[in-house]
């Protein structure tokens, strides 16, 4: 039987400020991937978005970015890249995408594992059996965001979803990606390279709600990691007062 795919898993957002939810969506995905045998999750990746990418209430990508390394001090496989967010601009997921293959590209041919056969390690690194392939991990919003005229480019889309495949956590209020992805021809061709999730405990965390929350002086425990409510407290991130300004 051919040995499982090695997958690395990208999650791009705002993470303004990253939630149990979004930790919670690698762990969903971790266990789908695995059950299949064809896929060995080994690596979760969090990028935060650019500040350059201008969100009404958005933090700098300082603040979020120490939130993130906070919320990971529990987790032994997602790593915060701040790659994303440290560029002079705003970048397409797919840019961030092709950054993040051509780093693990990089270390694999630097460093290949003893058992890879010489010829195939001087091969385009694709080409190696043990290379792990990135995917990018989203909600169902996010992949619902594809049909929204003008936001992202068509060929993005079908590179994103022809060469690196996404992982689909389904959440309330968004769109069913089944049907969503049966309405569009570009994500049926590649249906094989979506890999639909659901998150059976049914939930509405986000980071809208936890910005609100904050803002009405409202607890947010249990929904965000402890150490990350104690740096929102003191550095005073969303409260009424920051938000208005
Ligand atoms: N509760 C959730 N269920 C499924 N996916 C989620 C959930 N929360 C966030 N995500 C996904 O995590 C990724 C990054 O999300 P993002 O930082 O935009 O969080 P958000 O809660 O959607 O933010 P906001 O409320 O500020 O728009 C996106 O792909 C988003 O769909
Ligand atoms: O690549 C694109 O064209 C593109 C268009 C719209 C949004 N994105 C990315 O999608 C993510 C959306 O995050 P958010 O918080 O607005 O849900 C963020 O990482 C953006 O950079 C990417």
């Given at each position: 039987m051919a040995l499982p795919q090695k997958v690395v898993l990208l999650c791009c957002g705002s993470f303004n400020p990253i939630t149990n939810m979004h930790l919670r969506m690698f762990e969903l995905a971790r266990d789908a991937l695995d059950a299949t045998?064809?896929?060995?999750?080994?690596?979760?990746?969090?990028?935060?978005?650019?500040?350059?990418?201008?969100?009404p209430s958005l933090v700098s990508a300082k603040h979020r970015s120490t939130m993130i390394r906070l919320a990971l001090q529990t987790s032994d496989w997602?790593?915060?890249?701040?790659?994303?967010?440290?560029?002079e601009s705003w970048l397409e997921t797919l840019k961030v995408l092709k950054h993040h293959r051509e780093s693990i590209e990089s270390a694999f041919n630097a460093n290949p594992p003893p058992d890879t056969p010489t010829k195939k390690r001087k091969l385009n690194s694709n080409m190696s059996p043990g290379m792990p392939r990135i995917k990018l991990l989203c909600g169902a919003d996010l992949l619902s965001s594809?049909?929204?005229?003008?936001?992202?480019k068509d060929q993005d889309i079908e590179e994103i979803v022809g060469k690196y495949g996404i992982v689909c956590i389904t959440r309330a209020n968004?769109?069913?990606p089944e049907n969503f992805i049966y309405d569009s021809d570009v994500l049926t061709l590649h249906r094989e390279n979506i890999h639909i999730v659901?998150?059976?405990?049914?939930?509405?965390?986000?980071?809208?709600?936890?910005?609100?929350?904050?803002?009405?002086s409202k607890s947010i425990k249990y929904l965000v990691q402890d150490p990350v409510i104690e740096y929102i407290k003191e550095n005073r991130l969303y409260s009424k007062s920051t938000l208005d300004k």
């Amino acid at each position: 039987m051919a040995l499982p795919q090695k997958v690395v898993l990208l999650c791009c957002g705002s993470f303004n400020p990253i939630t149990n939810m979004h930790l919670r969506m690698f762990e969903l995905a971790r266990d789908a991937l695995d059950a299949t045998g064809r896929y060995k999750v080994v690596g979760g990746i969090i990028s935060p978005v650019n500040d350059a990418y201008t969100k009404p209430s958005l933090v700098s990508a300082k603040h979020r970015s120490t939130m993130i390394r906070l919320a990971l001090q529990t987790s032994d496989w997602i790593k915060l890249d701040t790659w994303e967010s440290e560029q002079e601009s705003w970048l397409e997921t797919l840019k961030v995408l092709k950054h993040h293959r051509e780093s693990i590209e990089s270390a694999f041919n630097a460093n290949p594992p003893p058992d890879t056969p010489t010829k195939k390690r001087k091969l385009n690194s694709n080409m190696s059996p043990g290379m792990p392939r990135i995917k990018l991990l989203c909600g169902a919003d996010l992949l619902s965001s594809f049909a929204e005229p003008g936001l992202w480019k068509d060929q993005d889309i079908e590179e994103i979803v022809g060469k690196y495949g996404i992982v689909c956590i389904t959440r309330a209020n968004a769109v069913n990606p089944e049907n969503f992805i049966y309405d569009s021809d570009v994500l049926t061709l590649h249906r094989e390279n979506i890999h639909i999730v659901t998150e059976w405990i049914h939930n509405e965390i986000s980071s809208t709600k936890i910005r609100r929350a904050l803002s009405r002086s409202k607890s947010i425990k249990y929904l965000v990691q402890d150490p990350v409510i104690e740096y929102i407290k003191e550095n005073r991130l969303y409260s009424k007062s920051t938000l208005d300004k």
